[in-house]
């Protein structure tokens, strides 16, 4: 798919349409002075669904927008591209006759939907343009979704292939492929309680959402319980992403009890004892993330679902909500040590040192002690071009 955006096109495009504007009362968030906003197409197609497929748009808005629509209002939704703009409009409180489709309350959403596709792939540049003609309040984009020829959001989630039972284990046939006391057999997964979705925050210029970070002195960054990850080999995190603004990579951080294992991002060379492959975030939807362990450990001392996003205080970021945590936990018994026979050895053993207490492990990339949270994760939003609408009156 091609997203080639030239600045002049725009401009073109927006000095040709300026003469069309009038001011308005209210606007989406971040609109511009008319009271449009404009979406890059790339940042809420989701991965693998083709513009071809693509006849419509589902707009929900938050609860707040919900309650102002209510109230009053309308606006315009413009398939905005190389090949000029196609525009309709919606209200709520006005003449239907007038309008092409109305917001539907039940739902929080705003939906148009055609009879050929939005966009195309030899589009030079597209994009998706809200507007707000008349109304009080501000009104607030919560997702935006695609649908297809059928009213369908897109893409459709497939049925799952039905699978046979295997038969059953029989642990005195020696045919059988899984023998008592192997890894296989003492491996479980325990989903972990979390309090809550966990609260989406910037640190350090990075967009992350804590599981556990005591350090931040935050009781919302602490949605679970230390202990609760003992013997934990693995971790693995679904987490939700809504009000998407650009791609970016998420990946769990963590640091164990001991401090024996350690991750903060592909690369850091703070990195002990543990793995994450990082996963690419597209759009709005749900994602799973897993981090692998070189131990079982005791405990977790910080755990969070990290990004490279990057933001300030005041921008729009995504929402990352945390929907469970599981943990893959070993509890193969440890085997005692055999005890020395007499004369294996003339000379006493030397007690071990003990260990260092007052050293902490460092990210290695920025010097911070990670006893002061390091930083992992960030957030940016996208400046989509604007083009200004024609407005029409209630």
């Not at 739902?107 to 009879?115: Q, V």
């Not at 024996?260 to 543990?274: L, R």
């Not at 005041?314 to 469970?324: K, R």
Request: contains cysteine; charged residues 25%; hydrophobic residues 40%.
């Amino acid at each position: 798919m091609k997203f080639r955006k030239t600045l002049a096109s725009v401009c073109a495009a927006s000095v040709a349409l300026s003469s069309l504007a009038v001011s308005a009362f209210a606007a989406w968030k971040g609109a511009d002075k008319e009271g449009n906003v404009a979406f890059d197409v790339s940042s809420f197609l989701p991965k693998g669904v083709e513009l071809s497929e693509v006849y419509g748009v589902k707009v929900t808005v938050t609860d707040a927008s919900a309650d102002a629509i209510a109230k009053g209002a309308g606006g315009g939704i413009v398939y905005n591209t190389s090949r000029g703009w196609n525009q309709k409009s919606w209200c709520n409180g006005c003449d239907k006759e007038e309008h092409d489709f109305q917001f539907d309350a039940a739902t929080k959403s705003i939906t148009r939907l055609d009879d050929t596709p939005a966009f195309q792939a030899d589009d030079e540049w597209m994009s998706l343009t809200l507007s707000e003609w008349w109304g009080d309040d501000e009104i607030e984009v919560a997702k935006i979704e695609v649908l297809n020829k059928d009213g369908v959001v897109l893409p459709i989630a497939e049925e799952p292939t039905p699978v046979e039972p295997a038969d059953p284990v029989d642990p005195s046939d020696p045919a059988d492929p899984v023998a008592p006391g192997t890894s296989e057999d003492v491996e479980e997964t325990v989903d972990i309680a979390i309090k809550n979705a966990g609260k989406t925050v910037i640190d350090n210029k990075l967009v992350r959402t804590n599981i556990i970070n005591g350090w931040a002195g935050d009781e919302a960054c602490v949605i679970a319980n230390k202990d609760d990850f003992k013997n934990a080999v693995k971790v693995k995190v679904k987490f939700t992403v809504s009000n998407f603004t650009t791609p970016f990579k998420a990946w769990i951080s963590m640091a164990d009890s001991s401090y024996g294992c350690q991750f903060w991002g592909e690369g850091d060379k703070g990195n002990v004892g543990a793995t994450c492959v990082p996963v690419e975030v597209t759009g709005n939807g749900t994602y799973d993330v897993t981090i692998e362990l070189d131990k079982a450990i005791d405990a977790m001392e910080f755990i969070a679902v990290c990004t490279d996003l990057e933001a300030v205080e005041g921008d729009a970021i995504p929402t990352i909500a945390i929907d469970s945590v599981k943990t893959v936990v070993d509890n193969t018994p440890s085997t005692p040590d055999e005890p020395a026979k007499p004369g294996d050895s003339d000379k006493p053993v030397e007690p071990a040192k003990p260990a260092d207490d007052n050293k902490k492990p460092s990210n290695a990339d920025t010097g911070v002690a990670v006893a002061v949270v390091p930083a992992a994760v960030a957030a940016a939003a996208v400046a989509a071009a604007g083009i200004v609408l024609k407005k029409r009156s209630k």
